[in-house]
């Protein structure tokens, strides 16, 4: 239980390269429980570099990653979801052989815990879990309505289609029982409606679903719609942080975006 | 939530689209009910297979496999029924390793030689100790599974191809050690050189011992069983189902949580032990163990099946390990001819029903062959006699038959190996012709197929057993990399 | 076990300076070998990441084409016709087959499955190797068949009187260098320069550069990835067969199985040097051949393999990418 006023994540003094590219440079970032903060930034900025430092895909050459207090540089990334930090890849990384069921159910993993001995011998323990991750998986996707339930459950990931496959992505994240969530680019791709329907998902996630959330995106009214906050990056840095209408018309943004002369004539 | 439209509560089988529904792929819906009831023999196989369980499917083998020593004689038990059933326990363990975690170990065979000739030092002359089974095949399985875990470890740091590489030569370092290395421990050669070691005890529990073939047949039988029934049920698991992941996308499957090298190493793990428990019955049977037994032949025998039978399919392991090891042994060299026969025409049959979609096309292809052998055969008779004097080799019904329809020259040694080429060269021309046209150049590659046979194939049997089998892997890969039993994959490439 | 390391010192120092430069003769020869083979699996994996486990086959089918031309024109000892143009028309002949024939499996086994996994691919490449063995094994038969390199233009074949080709051209230390070995070493050095021109100045080489990096990017350029897949293929394939006849020259015996164990030293050294690498080929070719030669000649012939297996493990710990492979950055 994280102390009042502790954040849920924090990044300090957090710096990433790769070989001579620094990607990400002397970072500072605080997400508060119950939040949603958008990551916004020109292609480039760093923003899945801070994702992957953050799940442990990579370990950031300086600085500290802390989660609730407690410091999670250098873990392993499935500690790091097991702490419970769940994320989605900005280019869709599902199991696409298995069903719909199943790549939810295999996130129950984590926080479950029949062995090989029981698993073999099937033990009514062992039983009794597969029962409720089975649970566990139908709940999860039902948070989507009916677009993922019922026949489609025995499909195979990759029969779906593209909307289908980031909501899927999104409920297999759920089912790790994360306190954050980590969305990169969740309406990537998406058609108006869909992209409508995405966020009013982003706001039940927090509301229904409890979940702190962590938002890269690209399409602006995603991020009007559902931030609390917004950070802007360029070039690895920090040049914004604020409201959205703050950040949105913070001169530095806009000349990230556009150019230091789209943004005289802006 | 979404824009309105009749939707129900929770679909069922969408059985007719009622017009277009925004926000609902309607393409996929369609496709779905498509796919769901495939036509034809794949269709017919797959409603099979949902109805035939798993546990049915493992009660109807293991019941008619309990039959066989009653209707084969104990040569052909050894032959056939319990080296079936070695291949199905060494298929199980590699199918651990590369079908469930998708690691590319081709040194499994040294965890099978490893656990023989563990067995053979703690049980045999060799050393004169004679540990008992029930202390000697745990203590091997746990020793076998440990090495495993050590050649797991370098696995974590290298990728799939890299890891290929070193496990193989793992396999051959295995090999020249039992051989050549053969280090002096405790006055005697550890594994006894190239002449290996011999007179292993027999498999003993509690003074039951399995000393004949039938006895032997039961407990691979038994283990078999069980090893399955472990295995089916580990893959319905949380393990399971995180193996699966671990071989679809490890990166994923590590950032919802799941230990990728720890459940690599299980893999491994596993699959070695299995191979060493399968090490120590094979010295038992074999009363004796070289390091020939465990070298590349066997490595490819056991990826055969598990390819055949089509990787992460339990049920495809049996079914590989049936096909591959008698279509192998009707192709050894000591085999009479007459099996070998049957089977590569069987083949050629098989071919061109798989390539002819319809059975009345099927017959005709087969009529014209045989018409147009007698022609050819007719027409050489006429016009050169030597050309058709040569005899059948080893004939029997079938070779007599055989004989008075395939041109089979006498003196004329390199014809064979003309035939040889042209064939070659003949197959790889059919399958650059439209497939609606080949269906008239079957007769005459079936005919030539059959001539290669008769000349050359049936002098060397155990080549050409190795030449089926490296073609079958080729055209198993195009046609159905799945093989016979697995489920298509889709792989981000 | 078997290897007391003061035995070893011993072998070192009755060996003396001219037992190292002879082993050291042996293993730029044998790693001239293992590099022309390695440059034939480090391209193909560059561009379709594929481990061609037919490639050693294609270096066998090389060295018995070169045989069949050998004896076409009456064989060892007593051609028909002159040493020099006969080599050169065996070379000449074996490397066109070669290239031939790589592109004939790469068209037939490998183009079909193009979009399919790495491991479809790898238990293809498997299949064609088993054929091809096999296959030479049906046509050929068991038995080594000879160059009889050491008696090769011999003036008194009877008396053992050696040929032309092993006669030294110079004499380092006390060890003599064979005009063979010479020959070998020189033309490996030239096709390996020509490679490594054509790779970097050249158009094709771009366009092979290009479709190394993304397929679907140098489609997009109008670059045709399968005519320069084929030319790889052909390329690879070119030098295999040139090791083949080399390997019948230098060593004489060949028999239908030498492409399994050279196919996998040629692989080790691909991959030690780093693979998608072509200096790292080079490189790993001329180490791996040293290693072996150093170690047959100290620790003894059942070793030689273990040695090599030992770098290929010590390299892959150090560097997991090779001595000259790229990092490989993985972007998520």
């Known amino acids: 239980m994280s102390a009042e006023g502790a954040p849920l994540l924090e990044l300090r003094r957090v710096t990433k390269s790769f070989g001579g590219l620094r990607s990400v440079d002397d970072l500072n970032l605080e997400v508060r429980e119950g939040e949603i903060v958008s990551l916004i930034g020109p292609n480039g900025a760093g923003k899945t570099t801070v994702f992957n430092l953050v799940t442990g895909i990579y370990a950031p050459d300086e600085g500290e990653i802390r989660l609730e207090g407690r410091d999670i540089t250098g873990l392993p990334p499935h500690r790091i979801a097991q702490l419970g930090i769940a994320r989605t890849f900005q280019t869709l990384r599902l199991f696409l052989n298995m069903t719909v069921k199943e790549n939810v159910m295999a996130a129950a993993y984590g926080h479950t815990k029949a062995g090989v001995v029981r698993s073999v011998l099937r033990t009514p323990g062992m039983r009794r879990e597969e029962r409720e991750i089975e649970r566990l998986a139908e709940e999860r996707l039902a948070f989507f309505g009916d677009r993922l339930v019922g026949y489609r459950w025995r499909q195979p990931a990759y029969s779906l289609s593209y909307a289908n496959r980031r909501r899927l992505e999104i409920a297999r994240a759920t089912a790790v029982n994360p306190k954050l969530l980590l969305l990169d680019e969740p309406a990537a791709g998406m058609n108006p409606v869909e992209t409508h329907e995405i966020t009013e998902l982003i706001g039940r996630l927090r509301e229904e679903g409890g979940y702190t959330i962590l938002v890269i995106e690209h399409d602006m009214h995603v991020v009007e719609g559902i931030s609390d906050r917004v950070v802007a990056l360029d070039h690895g840095e920090k040049i914004a942080e604020g409201a959205f209408d703050l950040v949105a018309t913070d001169q530095r943004v806009v000349e990230a975006y556009l150019g230091t002369s789209g943004a005289e004539r802006k | ?493 | 076990m078997e290897l007391p390391l003061l035995s070893v010192l011993d072998t070192v120092r009755d060996l003396g300076w001219s037992g190292a430069v002879e082993l050291f003769r042996n293993g730029l020869a044998l790693g001239s070998l293992y590099a022309l083979i390695a440059l034939g699996y480090t391209m193909v994996y560059g561009i379709l990441k594929l481990l061609n486990f037919a490639h050693g086959d294609v270096y066998m089918v090389g060295a018995f084409i070169g045989f069949g031309v050998l004896n076409a024109f009456g064989g060892s000892p007593s051609p028909t016709i002159a040493i020099l143009p006969l080599i050169v028309l065996m070379f000449l002949v074996a490397m066109l087959g070669a290239g031939a024939l790589g592109v004939v499996i790469e068209r037939f086994a490998y183009r079909p499955l193009r979009s399919s996994s790495r491991l479809t691919v790898l238990i293809t490449a498997l299949g064609v190797s088993f054929f091809l063995q096999n296959s030479m094994l049906l046509l050929f038969g068991a038995q080594f068949r000879s160059y009889q390199s050491f008696q090769l233009g011999s003036d008194n074949p009877a008396a053992f009187e050696p040929g032309p080709l092993v006669e030294p051209l110079f004499t380092i230390g006390g060890v003599s260098f064979q005009r063979i070995q010479i020959a070998v070493l020189a033309t490996s050095v030239a096709l390996m320069v020509a490679l490594t021109l054509l790779v970097a100045k050249t158009t094709l080489g771009k366009a092979m550069r290009a479709t190394a990096y993304d397929h679907e990017a140098a489609a997009m350029m109008g670059i045709d990835v399968n005519r320069v897949i084929a030319a790889t293929f052909f390329i690879g394939s070119v030098l295999a067969g040139a090791a083949g006849v080399m390997f019948g020259l230098m060593f004489s015996q060949i028999n239908h199985f030498m492409g399994f164990y050279a196919g996998l030293k040629g692989f080790t050294a691909a991959v030690v040097g780093g693979i998608g690498s072509i200096p790292g080929a080079m490189l790993g070719g001329l180490l791996v051949g040293l290693v072996e030669s150093y170690a047959q000649g100290y620790l003894g012939g059942q070793w030689s393999d273990i040695a090599v297996f030992a770098i290929l493990i010590i390299v892959l710990l150090v560097r997991p990418t090779g001595l000259l492979g790229a990092r490989a950055i993985q972007k998520v």
């Not at chain 2, 703690?122 to 050649?151: C, K, N």
């Not at chain 2, 949580?257 to 049977?285: M, Q």
């Not at chain 2, 590659?445 to 049997?461: D, G, N, R």
Request: proline residues 6%.
């Open chain 2, 1 to 493: 939530m979404g824009p309105e439209s009749d939707r129900p509560d929770l679909p069922r089988e969408p059985l007719e689209p009622e017009g277009p529904r925004v926000g609902v792929d309607e393409w996929v819906a369609s496709a779905d009910r498509l796919q769901d009831r495939p036509t034809g023999v794949a269709g017919a196989l797959r409603r099979a297979g949902e109805v035939v369980t798993p546990p049915i499917q493992l009660a109807i083998f293991a019941g008619l496999a309990a039959t066989v020593p009653f209707w084969l004689g104990t040569g052909d038990l050894f032959t056939y029924g319990i080296f079936v059933l070695l291949y199905v326990l060494l298929g199980l363990g590699l199918n651990t390793i590369v079908g469930f975690a998708g690691l590319l170990d081709l040194g499994y065979v040294a965890f099978f030689g490893f656990g023989a000739y563990f067995y053979a030092i703690l049980s045999s002359d060799h050393y004169g100790i004679h540990w008992p089974a029930i202390v000697t095949v745990p203590l091997v399985v746990a020793t076998t599974a440990s090495l495993g875990l050590l050649l797991g470890i370098p696995s974590r740091r290298l990728l799939g191809d890299y890891l290929a590489i070193v496990t193989l030569f793992f396999g051959q370092a295995f090999v020249v050690f039992v051989n050549a290395t053969n280090p002096v421990v405790a006055g005697k050669g550890l594994t006894g050189g190239p002449n290996g070691i011999a007179d292993i005890d027999p498999l003993s529990f509690f003074g039951l011992e399995a000393s004949t073939r039938t006895q032997q047949y039961y407990v691979l039988l038994v283990s078999a069983v069980l090893i399955l029934t472990g295995l089916h049920f580990l893959s319905q698991s949380r393990t399971g189902r995180a193996l699966r992941s671990l071989r679809e996308d490890p990166l994923a499957a590590g950032a919802i949580g799941i230990p990728v090298n720890r459940l690599k190493l299980l893999a491994f793990a596993i699959g070695a032990g299995i191979a060493g428990f399968t090490g120590c019955i094979f010295g038992t049977l074999l009363t004796a163990v070289t390091a020939g037994n465990f070298d590349i032949p066997i490595l490819i025998t056991i990826y055969a099946v598990v390819i055949l039978g089509g990787f992460g399919s339990l049920s495809g392991v049996v079914l590989g390990a049936l096909v591959i090891t008698v279509s192998f042994q009707f192709l050894a060299p000591e085999n009479p001819q007459n099996n070998a026969r049957v089977l590569f025409y069987t083949l050629i049959v098989l071919v061109i029903v798989l390539l002819v979609r319809s059975w009345w096309r099927v017959a005709l292809v087969l009529a014209t062959t045989v018409a147009l052998g007698a022609a050819v055969q007719a027409a050489v008779a006429a016009v050169a006699p030597s050309w058709t004097g040569g005899r059948v080799v080893e004939g029997g019904r079938l070779g007599d038959l055989i004989g008075g329809w395939v041109v089979i020259p006498q003196g004329h040694p390199d014809f064979g190996n003309v035939a040889y080429v042209a064939l070659v060269v003949a197959v790889l021309a059919l399958t650059q012709i439209r497939p609606s046209r080949r269906i008239f150049a079957l007769p005459a590659v079936a005919y030539l197929a059959a001539i290669v046979w008769e000349t050359s194939f049936v002098l060397q049997p155990a080549v050409a057993r190795w030449i089926l089998f490296g073609a079958l892997l080729v055209v198993l890969m195009n046609v159905r990399p799945q093989g016979l039993l697995g489920t298509p994959r889709v792989e981000i490439v």
